[in-house]
C-alpha cells in the first residue's frame, strides 16, 4: 500500500504549529491511509528515526540520539509506500529535520519495515544541497548508508562551505561519521580563506576533532593527509610532495617522496621536507628524522638567489626593441 501526496490545495489541519502540527499531519495521513488528489504538498515523517558536508552536516545525518521527525515537502508529489518501505518526493524535494535541510530534484528515504520504522538509506538526486545552520554541500547525488554510517557524494563539481573552509573535489566526497573522517578524491583541494592557505592532492583524508575536543559547536579539522600530486600553499611560498600532512592547529606540513619548498625564487629539494605556513619556516631533509633511510638517499639540492642579485636584476633598463 501507497500514501500519494500530490501538490494541490493543501487540507486545513486546524492553527496548529510545531511538532503539534507534525503529529495532526501524521495522524490524519495515517488513519486515510491512502490519500486521493487534492491534499497536501507536506508530508512529514513522524515517527522517530535516526537524523539525517563538513562534518556538521553528516552529524546532523548520523545522530541517532535526536528523535526530530522528518518533514519532506516538493512540488510534485510525495509518495509513501508501506510495500517497499520507502518514501519518495519529487520536484524541488525538501527534507528538513530540526535545523538540517536536505534539497534535490527527488529525494528517496528507504527505511526497515512498518514496526522498526528505522531508516536504513537516503539517496537525493538532481541540484543537491545540504545545509546547516553554518555549512552547505553542493553535489548531484547523495547516499546514506544508515548500516556503513557513511555519506557519499559524487556527480562532479561536489563542494562545501563552512565558515572558515572550502572543501571541493572532482570525483567524490564521503564521511565516515564513527570514524570522525572524510575522504575527497578527485582534484580534491581544502582552502582556508582568512589563513590564506590551501592544500590540493589527488586524494585527501580529513580527521576531525572530536566533540571532547572541539573549542565550540562548529566542525574543527584535527589534521589533512593528501596523496598524490600535494602541494601546500601558504602566503609566502609552496611545498609540494608525493605524500603529506597538515595539522589544523599547527599549520605545519610535512612532505613526504619527491618533495620540493618554493619561496619566492627560491626553491630546495629532498625526500623529507617540513615547513609552517603560519611563520614561513621551512626545512627539508634527504629523509624524515629519528627515521632509517630506505634505499638510495635523496640528496638535498637547491638554488638561493641572493637579494643583491634580485635588486640588480630589478635596476636593469629593459631594452626597446
Not at 552536516?57 to 509513501?80: G, H, M, R, W
Not at 563552512?162 to 565516515?176: F, G
Not at 589544523?248 to 615547513?275: C, H, K, L, P
Request: net charge positive; proline share 3%.
Amino acid at each position: 500500500m501507497s500514501w500519494c501526496v500530490e501538490a494541490r490545495s493543501p487540507t486545513r489541519l486546524g492553527e496548529a504549529s510545531g511538532v503539534a502540527r507534525v503529529k495532526k499531519l501524521y495522524d490524519f495521513l495515517r488513519k486515510s491511509r491512502v490519500s486521493k488528489s487534492g491534499m497536501t504538498n507536506i508530508f512529514c515523517i513522524a515517527f522517530f528515526l535516526p537524523s539525517l558536508c563538513q562534518a556538521q552536516i553528516f552529524d546532523q545525518l548520523s545522530n541517532s540520539k535526536d528523535e526530530t521527525p522528518i518533514i519532506i515537502n516538493a512540488d510534485e508529489s510525495v509518495v509513501y509506500d508501506e510495500k517497499s518501505h520507502t518514501c519518495t518526493a519529487t520536484g524541488a524535494a525538501q527534507a528538513q529535520k530540526g535545523t538540517f535541510f536536505l534539497n534535490g530534484d527527488i529525494l528517496t528515504v528507504f527505511f526497515s519495515d512498518m514496526e522498526a520504522r528505522e531508516i536504513t538509506a537516503i539517496t537525493a538526486e538532481g541540484n543537491v544541497q545540504m545545509k546547516t545552520p553554518t555549512e552547505t554541500a553542493y553535489g548531484r547525488h547523495v547516499h546514506y548508508d544508515a548500516v556503513l554510517d557513511r555519506i557519499l557524494m559524487t556527480g562532479g563539481n561536489l563542494r562545501i562551505v563552512t565558515p572558515k573552509e572550502i572543501l571541493t573535489a572532482r570525483d567524490s566526497i564521503e564521511y565516515w561519521h564513527t570514524d570522525n573522517k572524510g575522504i575527497a578524491r578527485g582534484q580534491a583541494k581544502v582552502r582556508f580563506p582568512e589563513k590564506e592557505q590551501f592544500i590540493q592532492a589527488d586524494r585527501i583524508t580529513a580527521y576531525f576533532k572530536s566533540a571532547s575536543q572541539k573549542d565550540g559547536k562548529e566542525t574543527q579539522i584535527d589534521r589533512l593527509e593528501g596523496e598524490g600530486h600535494v602541494l601546500a600553499c601558504g602566503t609566502d611560498g609552496t611545498v609540494t610532495g608525493d605524500r603529506g600532512k597538515y595539522g589544523g592547529d599547527s599549520q605545519v606540513v610535512e612532505m613526504f617522496g619527491d618533495v620540493a619548498i618554493t619561496q619566492g625564487d627560491n626553491i630546495i629539494q629532498g625526500g623529507y621536507g617540513r615547513a609552517n605556513l603560519k611563520t614561513n619556516l621551512a626545512e627539508i631533509f634527504t629523509h624524515p628524522p629519528h627515521t632509517k633511510q630506505k634505499g638510495p638517499a635523496k640528496r638535498v639540492s637547491g638554488i638561493i638567489i641572493p637579494k643583491s642579485l634580485k635588486d640588480r636584476e630589478k635596476r636593469k633598463p629593459h631594452r626597446q626593441r
